[in-house]
């Protein structure tokens, strides 16, 4: 399953000289005519691009972005686009698997999509995207590919339910497809994503049995994946990270025709500013822009009244994640004192998953918070997926609370290996491979 030359029409990586245009501005997103009559995941545009961190500093990568079909909410057609990686100098003939990453955009502002965020020249400051960066090249440091997909969409749809899925598994097949990554279809994938990235690799687990089966998905780590979007937005409410639920809402208007309506006519007037901030932000510009801010004082009736509309709670009734279930093993990770998701969120949210039958290991953290853990247990969380893709059967399934997922031998030799990739990404350095994967797999499929 390659690419072809119908598939396939190379494009320039710079429009506009010295920096990327922004995705609403550049010809590349553009579907093609007649699009929507090919197969989910068929490329209809390629070209190379340059990857940099903070978008200054050139990184030593081979990358690309695949333009390719997929589906919204409602299953209608649309473009979606990946960002598709592979290490310097990587020979395409070697056996190797698939990480389909899931960033954390946490925006409706097009300058977080990860294709526009990681482009040399980007200015995406406040971008989640460009800080996960050097974890990501640690899956390129252990010879794998990487596909990020804009889960999120061409708007922006922070939050919403299924279609994440849809184009992160789509995203999955086009890079299946794209012949210079020499993947095959029976590739084995591998599935991450934390905190925002969490929970749209949630939704690429939990649509990937019905609407992408040809997938060998053989395992995703899930970290802090939000669970119940209600609860997260009740509990953060006129707190200091009250910005960052206020997104999704301005985001889901425009899926939600309930929510539009509130808005509508519900929002006092600096109730709609601070709407209209929440959907121009970055989600560090949230968090210190729109901090303690009381959505009851933006209303025109309590919040607990507008939240109880029947419109509002079938809403939030569709976003809550673990009311279907994956098949693939999962790792789920979450700090115990989590500022933002609420660790009962979490719990239920893997209660969920297990009583459809879901194999689940559950680590909790004892020392970190939500912005610290990511990092820290990066090594864990591709540790866990490369017994998953050298085909080891999964042992614990458990729930199992640390003090700290790096209060180990392994922990601290996994930590050093990541401070040595981030001072490597940071000076523009080439990824020196760590590890081979690529035999393991290939002894996993012989057995």
């Known amino acids: 399953m390659t690419a072809n030359a119908v598939d396939i029409v190379d494009a320039p990586a710079w429009t506009g000289g010295r920096k990327p245009l922004l995705p609403s501005l550049d010809p590349f997103y553009r579907a093609p005519h007649g699009f929507e009559a090919k197969p989910p995941g068929a490329i209809l545009r390629s070209r190379r691009i340059d990857v940099a961190l903070l978008g200054v500093v050139r990184q030593q990568v081979s990358a690309w972005q695949l333009l390719y079909r997929s589906s919204n909410l409602h299953g209608a057609p649309e473009a979606a686009i990946t960002t598709v990686l592979l290490p310097i100098g990587a020979n395409p003939a070697e056996d190797r698997p698939l990480l389909a990453f899931q960033s954390a955009m946490d925006a409706v502002s097009e300058k977080c999509a990860p294709s526009y965020a990681l482009r040399y020249g980007a200015k995406a400051l406040g971008s989640i995207t460009q800080l996960e960066w050097p974890l990501v090249a640690n899956a390129l440091r252990r010879g794998w590919a990487v596909s990020i997909a804009d889960h999120e969409g061409p708007h922006g749809n922070f939050g919403a339910p299924r279609e994440p899925g849809y184009r992160a598994l789509d995203g999955i097949r086009a890079a299946l497809r794209f012949a210079p990554l020499g993947l095959r279809p029976d590739t084995r994938v591998a599935v991450w994503g934390y905190s925002g990235g969490g929970m749209a690799s949630s939704w690429t687990v939990e649509m990937a049995p019905t609407y992408a089966p040809e997938l060998d998905i053989v395992g995703a780590v899930l970290g802090a994946p939000v669970g119940d979007p209600r609860q997260v937005f009740v509990r953060l409410n006129g707190g200091r990270y009250a910005g960052l639920p206020t997104i999704v809402i301005?985001?889901?208007?425009?899926?939600?025709?309930?929510?539009?309506?509130?808005?509508?006519?519900?929002?006092?007037?600096?109730?709609?500013?601070?709407?209209?901030?929440?959907?121009?932000?970055?989600?560090?510009?949230?968090?210190?822009?729109?901090?303690?801010?009381?959505?009851?004082?933006?209303?025109?009736?309590?919040?607990?009244?507008?939240?109880?509309?029947?419109?509002?709670?079938?809403?939030?009734?569709?976003?809550?994640?673990?009311?279907?279930?994956?098949?693939?093993?999962?790792?789920?990770?979450?700090?115990?004192?989590?500022?933002?998701?609420?660790?009962?969120?979490?719990?239920?949210?893997?209660?969920?998953?297990?009583?459809?039958?879901?194999?689940?290991?559950?680590?909790?953290?004892?020392?970190?918070?939500?912005?610290?853990?990511?990092?820290?247990?990066?090594?864990?969380?591709?540790?866990?997926?490369?017994?998953?893709?050298?085909?080891?059967?999964?042992?614990?399934?458990?729930?199992?609370?640390?003090?700290?997922?790096?209060?180990?031998?392994?922990?601290?030799?996994?930590?050093?290996?990541?401070?040595?990739?981030?001072?490597?990404?940071?000076?523009?350095?080439?990824?020196?491979?760590?590890?081979?994967?690529?035999?393991?797999?290939?002894?996993?499929r012989a057995a």
């Open 250 to 444: 301005a985001a889901l208007r425009k899926v939600y025709p309930a929510l539009s309506s509130v808005i509508d006519h519900e929002l006092t007037p600096n109730g709609h500013r601070f709407v209209v901030r929440a959907e121009n932000s970055t989600p560090i510009g949230a968090i210190v822009g729109l901090a303690n801010t009381d959505v009851d004082r933006l209303l025109r009736r309590s919040l607990t009244d507008v939240l109880d509309e029947p419109g509002l709670a079938s809403m939030f009734d569709d976003l809550r994640l673990g009311n279907t279930t994956p098949e693939c093993p999962l790792l789920v990770v979450q700090p115990v004192h989590d500022q933002i998701i609420h660790v009962e969120n979490i719990d239920g949210h893997v209660a969920r998953y297990r009583r459809g039958g879901a194999a689940v290991a559950y680590v909790r953290d004892r020392l970190s918070e939500h912005f610290s853990l990511l990092p820290l247990s990066t090594a864990l969380s591709l540790d866990w997926l490369a017994d998953r893709l050298a085909g080891q059967p999964m042992s614990d399934v458990s729930d199992t609370t640390v003090l700290s997922v790096v209060a180990s031998r392994a922990g601290v030799r996994g930590l050093a290996e990541i401070a040595a990739t981030a001072a490597r990404v940071a000076l523009g350095r080439p990824l020196r491979q760590t590890s081979v994967t690529a035999p393991r797999v290939a002894a996993a």
